[in-house]
């Protein structure tokens, strides 16, 4: 019944939608990927709001509902019939508004095979943009391989109109190597010398608090049309950040918007939570809140950054990485390697996250720095009482972990979680 009812609100919000873009006829940028979609989504939004009225995707708005919603631009009515039946009233009614965005930004995600297939036959987008992909994907335990996910979502980019153009990151083999047959303008954006738009020469600003040197975020030089900017960006670690600004730089080229003004735009951009966000934590510590999800490449370049960091001690609490399937062991072990390399304590949460503490203690972490709990509630009182000042604590895993909570028991502004947190909706406190 509940499957029923959902493709139901699937088929009229769709409908709903594709009548919207028939009469408002807005243009769209789609973004995919298998990593930084979200930050690379929020950076669009931000530099094209510098010249037109755009709407982006929220929060994680990028499937089969997530999408009609964000072209009606109403909310989810997650498992209450009476909020959808009013959402889809809503839905029909806004047909007859006066206004409506001249972009649309979308976040595109796929769980599952043909998600981005189904979106793509009516989304028709002006701008493509591909952020990354990983060899070992998130949700590739729904998936034959990765190279089945690259397909799926290299459709979003067959689905670009006649003049649209593709922006991509251009330090990914496997995406060179799949848009090959795409006929359209590319841009590319990385760090690699041959991209179109350039990062280099990226570091961590720090600063002086007391008697610690603290990271308060990101400044890179920039290279576009043989002219070098500098950018920085507060609040918000590693390359990732860097990534997600210069896929903004290239749309904003694209729209012939000025690089000044984006630059501009996104000194004052804020990352969305989760991502590898900076918080004051307890006891003159610091927090990075990894916590909106975790695949192994993501992992990775989390666990790098925070390994080049300089800090008195460094910790890395990690939770289970969810849906790879046949890979979840030798993914787990590879991650708990890396990070038996440097850390001062790693802190498992889950029963895949044991693969975290085999692969550090395989590599030399002594036994008596690893401590395996099951939960992250359990996680977040072992903690508060062995933090000390100096002390730079990485917080990361799947969405189904909750590892935000372990963000709550250590912050300082518990008080504002709903604002600096991910998953504070009601419908996720539920659960």
């Known amino acids: 019944m509940k499957t029923i009812f959902k493709k139901i609100i699937v088929l009229i919000l769709t409908l ?21 979609k979200t930050s690379a989504k929020d950076a669009i939004a931000v530099v094209l709001a510098t010249k037109f009225s755009a709407r982006k995707s929220e929060k994680s708005f990028n499937s089969e509902i997530g999408a009609p919603l964000t072209i009606l631009g109403l909310p989810n009515g997650w498992n209450n019939p009476l909020a959808w039946l009013v959402i889809l009233v809503s839905g029909a009614l806004g047909l007859f508004r006066k206004k409506y965005p001249e972009w649309l930004v979308l976040e595109i995600g796929a769980d599952r095979p043909d998600d981005i297939k189904k979106l793509a036959s009516w989304i028709k987008p ?36 006649e003049n649209g153009v593709l922006i991509l990151n251009g330090d990914d083999d ?10 359209r303008p590319v841009t590319t954006y990385g760090f690699n010398l041959n991209v179109n738009i350039r990062a280099s020469d990226e570091k961590v600003l720090y600063e002086e608090t007391g008697n610690n040197s603290e990271p308060v975020g990101m400044i890179s030089k920039v290279t576009i049309k043989s002219k070098n900017h500098w950018l920085k960006i507060d609040g918000v670690l590693g390359r990732q950040i860097v990534y997600a600004a210069l896929a903004a730089i290239a749309v904003a080229d694209s729209q012939n918007i000025e690089i000044s003004e984006t630059i501009e735009a996104l000194r004052n951009f804020v990352p969305p939570p989760g991502r590898m966000k900076i918080l004051k934590g307890i006891k003159n510590s610091l927090v990075i809140d990894d916590t909106y999800n975790s695949s192994p490449v993501a992992l990775e370049e989390a666990l790098l950054t925070l390994k080049n960091l300089s800090a008195k001690r460094k910790i890395a609490v990690l939770g289970d990485m969810l849906e790879l399937g046949k890979h979840s062991t030798d993914e787990h072990k590879k991650a708990g390697a890396l990070a038996g390399d ?60 909750r590892m935000e909570k372990v963000v709550e028991k250590i912050m300082t502004e518990p008080e504002n979680k709903e604002k600096l947190l991910v998953r504070q909706d009601k419908e996720w406190q539920k659960r």
């Open 174 to 183: 496997d995406i060179l190597e799949a848009q090959s047959e795409i006929r």
């Open 16 to 36: 709903e939608a594709k009548a919207m873009l028939a009469r408002f006829k807005p243009k769209i940028v789609a973004i995919t990927g298998s990593v930084g």
């Open 126 to 161: 002006d701008v493509v943009v591909i952020t990354r992909f990983a060899k070992v994907p998130v949700h590739i335990e729904f998936f034959a391989s990765p190279r089945q996910i690259i397909e799926e979502k290299m459709n979003l980019a067959r689905a670009l109109k």
């Open 342 to 401: 440097f850390l001062d304590l790693l802190v498992t949460v889950g029963k895949r996250a044991e693969g975290f503490a085999e692969g550090a203690l395989a590599v030399g972490l002594a036994p008596q720095k690893i401590v395996r709990l099951e939960n992250s509630r359990e996680a977040g009182r072992y903690l508060d009482p062995i933090i000390t000042s100096g002390d730079i604590i990485l917080i990361k895993g799947s969405q189904g972990m």
